[in-house]
């Protein structure tokens, strides 16, 4: 097995994960019941086809967890596409992907944790969002602080939760199909051929895309499995198939079952309640609720948990490589966590999540930068699969080396130019400042250099 010291590093984080826990990782980080928060806003996007925008979001995230199943094997280490792309590429390339998809890994949590928090204000109002917010936040930081076995133990618990729950609401949604509460034909969730228009599905699936995202994080946790490149691979693949099943199987009941389908269609979901809407149409109040409070703590703590989680381990690889203070690279002797990263994570969250609380448009903002930012990185990890082992290693496995990154390629750059233009703009404006920083680094000697490149 590939050690870190290979390419220049010490072990300093703990090997302790193994397929399962690393898979199960991805699992919770894409959230079982991801779609009952964001269903109205897939769903006026796709016109109702809310499941075919699922399937095309999978498409684009299969081939992608291909390419990245590929470069964990060649680099198993912390930081994600940023590794990858630094040491498939370049260095200085893998800093503007590491940047790109700083965008996503530092904006995720805030928008878990607001997402959450105004779940749950409105079951217990008489905690403010802000309070909820910070409630989630210390919870998450105390538990990530506390090592990655804890974390580990934490999102099984997690994900047997969530499952029951999916599972509950399956059960009564076949039932009320059954009793003839369907509001549209069997279907309608995957093809509607008055309102179908491939840049009406490629801008539906940008928006699902952001269920998808997560499977990625895995690779973050690199250096903390016990196992080879490949099963670290085999992992993610595994993850993103499990939940792609369950996004389909629920989105499709669930578009079946929308009361005022026409309605949501014309003016969408403000308040983002569409989903629980549907759950008391087709079971009661009690199925609204159930799925309300779910979500609220699927997405603002164990989602939050592993979301702060690989982001700090993104911190900790970029900043061990001078790319960013060298604070963040500090590891806990005790707990073997990166501390400094972790704890920047939760001050950023809390920042950012606070501030977006007082926007009118903050999560439907938030999610539209977190899918710019990651896609962005994924285009460069597609690229880097071809350097790599095509052009460097003159790889003769065309399926795996340049047929596969560039369908993903293809399909994520479709899903990307369909994204509205206030958030390909804020997302260029971003890659700009990445820009300008590289520069700067150069401008005062101090390139971006892996330490295999020392001489």
């Not at 680099?75 to 390339?93: D, N, Q």
């Not at 998809?101 to 928090?117: E, G, K, N, Q, W």
Request: glycine share 10%; charged share 10%.
């Amino acid at each position: 097995m590939s050690t870190v010291e290979q390419f220049g590093y010490r072990q300093e984080l703990k090997r302790s994960l193994g397929f399962a826990d690393l898979m199960i990782y991805g699992l919770i980080f894409m959230v079982p019941i991801a779609p009952f928060g964001i269903f109205g806003g897939v769903f006026q996007s796709s016109g109702g086809m809310v499941a075919l925008a699922y399937i095309i979001g999978l498409v684009a995230m299969a081939f992608t967890a291909l390419s990245y199943s590929q470069m964990a094997q060649a680099f198993p280490m912390a930081g994600s596409v940023y590794t990858y792309a630094g040491r498939g590429i370049s260095a200085p390339v893998g800093f503007i992907a590491g940047w790109a998809i700083l965008l996503d890994y530092i904006l995720v949590p805030s928008l878990l944790y607001l997402i959450a928090s105004l779940g749950m204000n409105s079951v217990v109002p008489g905690i403010p969002v802000w309070g909820w917010l910070i409630i989630f936040v210390l919870l998450n930081t105390a538990v990530n602080y506390m090592g990655i076995q804890m974390t580990a133990r934490i999102t099984r618990v997690m994900l047997v939760a969530e499952l029951a729950v999916l599972a509950i609401f399956l059960v009564v949604g076949v039932v009320a199909l059954a009793q003839g509460k369907a509001q549209a034909g069997a279907f309608t969730p995957i093809f509607e051929s008055s309102a179908f228009s491939w840049t009406l599905v490629f801008g539906a699936a940008a928006t699902a895309v952001l269920s998808f995202l997560g499977f990625d994080g895995i690779s973050t946790l690199a250096e903390e499995n016990k196992e080879d490149g490949r099963r670290l691979g085999r992992s993610m693949v595994a993850a993103l198939g499990l939940a792609a099943v369950l996004f389909v199987a629920q989105t499709w009941v669930a578009a079946l079952l929308m009361p005022d389908r026409a309605q949501l269609i014309a003016k969408g979901d403000p308040n983002g309640d569409a989903f629980y809407r549907m759950a008391e149409f087709a079971g009661g109040h009690w199925l609204s609720v159930l799925t309300a409070v779910a979500t609220a703590i699927a997405w603002g703590f164990a989602n939050s948990l592993v979301a702060q989680a690989a982001t700090s381990r993104l911190l900790f690889a970029m900043a061990r490589d001078r790319m960013l203070p060298s604070f963040l690279a500090k590891v806990h002797p005790k707990h073997q966590v990166p501390v400094n990263a972790t704890l920047a994570v939760a001050v950023l969250s809390l920042a950012i999540g606070l501030y977006m609380n007082s926007r009118e448009d903050g999560i439907a903002l938030l999610s539209q930068l977190v899918n710019f930012g990651a896609m962005t990185a994924f285009l460069i990890l597609h690229v880097a699969v071809v350097v790599h082992y095509r052009v460097r290693g003159r790889s003769r496995n065309m399926w795996a080396h340049v047929i596969v990154p560039a369908i993903g390629f293809l399909v994520l750059a479709a899903v990307v130019y369909n994204t509205k233009l206030v958030t390909q703009t804020v997302g260029l404006i971003w890659l700009a400042v990445g820009l300008v920083v590289l520069g700067v680094s150069y401008l005062i000697g101090r390139r971006p250099v892996l330490p295999s490149e020392v001489k």
